[in-house]
């Protein structure tokens, strides 16, 4: 169960890493007048996909501190 949460924690974070990318690079291309709609949609986006990698990580932590928990508990 606890490898389950980690993985999905740890999929989260790689997910949102790559979507972080993706909104850079969007940015980074919006750099002509006609396209500031684009740049504007990508930085909401980018701030998504922090918030989710944030969530993500304090998954990973509880994950974590619970498995240190389990094996206080066991030793």
Do not use: C, F, Y
């Not at 701030?47 to 932590?61: F, M, R």
């Amino acid at each position: 169960m606890i490898n389950k949460l980690s993985q999905s924690a740890l999929l989260g974070i790689q997910r949102s890493t790559q979507g972080m990318v993706r909104s850079a690079a969007e940015i980074a291309r919006a750099t002509k007048p006609g396209e500031q709609s684009n740049m504007t949609r990508a930085l909401v986006e980018l701030k998504q996909h922090e918030h989710a990698a944030k969530a993500n990580i304090k998954t990973l932590a509880t994950a974590d501190k619970l498995l240190g928990s389990l094996l206080d508990v066991k030793a």
